[in-house]
């Protein structure tokens, strides 16, 4: 009888013993990503100052590339995820305030910053989706940066960020783009085709837009990494799984976030922000996904 019980104690032990290493050997090979600096040089940008350019700028930050989401209404940034086995994270105050990176970013950090997920010393910025925003032009960046940079100061100080267990483990699983910064194509120079109802612009915005980052590569929908199991998978908007709508029923889902059969969509798909895209640019989207290869459900 003892032998049995120091033999389980022995079995015991060493497993705990094996989940202890493991967790170690996940925790620093995370961390080392995270705490790396990355040698960027990012692409200098005109930054204009004339008011159809800020308004531009207003336009991509709220309809289009929605950074309002995340950093907030006043752009003074808010705890966005707070799933502590995940991760807790913070997006930064963007103004000028006190507590804010307004004030200290160069307008070539503001560019390596969004267009290529660093911050101005090099390190990694935490799920700050560069990964889209590399594709931004040289002229919309200039605009959004002009826009930020006229935002009156917001005093708030930001939270610590973290990321636990599980968020680890979907980085080192490469499900999670924790470290955009990895992924980027950062010699690649951007530029946007022609603003008209087209395919082709329709995919620019769609890009931009972040309906990949949500919707999967093939925007075929699935679960978004990280997120609770509670919370609703993204929706497949392949031909496969939105064939059936009109350009109409298009327009109602971004505009008030309703399904063809009038059910509401989930409100994690951010239709407060999609419907002030204006109709011609909702329209080239709906060419664009019309063009996507037809997936079935969740084949990200
Ligand atoms: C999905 C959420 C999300 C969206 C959308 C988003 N950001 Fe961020 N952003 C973050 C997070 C999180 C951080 C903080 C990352 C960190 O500290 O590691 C951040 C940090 C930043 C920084 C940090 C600068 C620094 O030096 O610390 C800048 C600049 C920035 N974002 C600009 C933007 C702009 C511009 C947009 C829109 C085009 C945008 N962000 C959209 C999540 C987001
Ligand atoms: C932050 C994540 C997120 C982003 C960004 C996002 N979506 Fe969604 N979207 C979702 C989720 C989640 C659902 C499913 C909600 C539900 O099941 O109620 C959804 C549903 C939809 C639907 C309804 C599909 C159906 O089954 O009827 C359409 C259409 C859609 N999204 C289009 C887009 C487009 C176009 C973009 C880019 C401009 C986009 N989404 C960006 C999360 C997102």
Known sequence: MKKILRAIAWSVGALLALVIVAGCALYFYTQRGMDRKYAIAGHAVHVPADSLALLRGEHVATALSKCVDCHGADLGGRQFIDVPPVARLYAANLTRGAGGVGGVL??????????????????????????????????????????????????????????????????????????????????????????AVTAEYGRYLAEIGGCKGCHGEGLSGGRIPGTP??????????????????????????REGKRPGGVAIDS???????KLMTDDEIRAVWLFLKTVPPKPYGGR
């Open 106 to 195: 160069s307008d070539l950090d503001w560019e390596r910053a969004i267009r290529h997920g660093v911050k101005p010393d090099g390190s990694a910025l935490l799920f700050m989706p560069s990964l889209e925003f590399q594709h931004l032009s040289d002229d919309d960046v200039g605009a959004l940066i002009a826009y930020l940079k006229s935002r009156p100061p917001v005093d708030r100080e930001p939270a610590k960020n973290s990321v636990g267990p599980i968020g680890r483990l979907l980085y080192a699983k490469g499900d999670l783009v924790l470290l955009p910064v990895e992924r980027v194509a950062h010699e690649a120079h951007p530029s946007s085709p022609p603003a």
């Open 229 to 254: 199991p509670d919370w609703k998978p993204a929706a497949n908007i392949t031909p496969t799984g939105i064939g059936h709508y009109t350009e109409e029923d298009f327009f109602r889902a971004l």
């Open 268 to 274: 994690l798909m951010p239709y407060r922000f999609t």
